[in-house]
């Protein structure tokens, strides 16, 4: 009896592998590269399998949505029911969050920006009181905040400090005018002479005090 019932496991054992991986109902794999995503999907569903996207990959010049590989590859064997994995050319590139880069050095802000992607970078000086210090980071003419998400390779454009404040101008100005003021140059600040300079000296003798 053991061995009667080790012999009918046995069989009912084989049966059930033989139904359960479906021999000799192999489906061979179509070739999907260069197709889009619903055309292959069709063509993979009238063989009995479908499709499944595991990465996408951005581009500029590629034709978004198309197949670039597939695993099983094309004319290999597949139980049927069984996923295509592909990955496709995405339709926009991927995003990500720009680090916070007020006051890091040009030469730090660039390198960084660089090794995430970003090699379209422009560079306008504004007056500051550090020179080479970064104030801020722009896309598309508006100012960035931290950690804020960009498409990766954007032109972005790096708000640096020349080391001139603002301030330093107009005091220059007003030392150059109030010593103007002091001599009678300008004292008015409109470019004549004051009027005690302006008239002409008298140097007649009063001979009346004698």
């Known amino acids: 009896m053991i061995i009667l019932t080790a012999i009918v496991l046995l069989v009912l054992t084989l049966l059930f592998l033989n139904v359960y991986t479906r021999h000799d109902q192999n489906v061979k794999v179509p ?9 292959a999907n069709a ?7 479908h499709i499944e996207i595991i990465d996408s990959v951005y581009q500029k010049d590629a034709v978004p949505g198309a ?17 295509i994995y592909v990955s496709i050319y995405a339709k926009s590139p991927a995003e990500v969050s720009l680090p916070e880069l007020v006051d890091y050095s040009l030469r730090q ?21 550090y020179a080479g210090l970064v104030m801020g980071v722009e896309y598309r003419g508006r100012r960035l905040g931290p ?17 001139q404040p603002t301030d330093s101008v107009g005091i220059d100005d007003e ?21 005690a300079d302006s008239k002409p ?8 005090f004698f």
């Open 109 to 129: 802000a660039q390198a960084l920006l660089v090794s995430m992607g970003f090699t379209q970078l422009a560079i306008e000086e504004v007056p500051s009181e």
């Open 31 to 39: 070739k999907l590269a260069g197709l889009q995503v619903e055309e």
């Open 67 to 83: 197949i670039i590989e597939q695993v099983p590859e094309a004319n290999s064997n597949v139980k049927k029911g069984r996923a």
């Open 147 to 163: 950690n804020e998400k960009i498409p990766v390779g954007a032109p972005l454009k790096l708000i640096v400090g020349n080391g």
């Open 43 to 49: 063509i993979l569903k009238s063989k009995g399998l």
């Open 201 to 208: 000296h008298n140097n007649k003798i009063d001979e009346s």
């Open 175 to 195: 030392n150059s005018l109030s010593t103007d003021s002091v001599f009678g140059r300008d004292p008015d600040g409109t470019g004549r002479e004051s009027r």
